[in-house]
């Protein structure tokens, strides 16, 4: 999923479009990829006494790091 948001990211700045669709999707593929380094930032530290933590570190196994 990660390797997909790049590649969107790559065609959207590869076209060069100037437009209110193409500046909500660049916005949409970046915050994407924020939500991602937050997960990756989260997994890396290993927190687990924490709830939240151990949520989001399923979700990022589930969804993000497959390979895991």
């Known amino acids: 999923r990660l390797e997909d948001k790049l ?6 700045l590869l076209k060069g479009e100037k437009d209110d669709k193409t500046d909500e999707r660049l916005i949409d593929t970046l915050m994407d990829l924020a939500g991602y380094a937050i997960l990756s930032k989260i997994y890396i530290n290993g927190q687990r006494g924490n709830e939240w933590t151990i949520i989001l570190t399923n979700i990022l196994r589930r969804y993000v790091l497959v390979t895991i």
């Open 7 to 12: 590649n969107r990211l790559k065609q959207i």
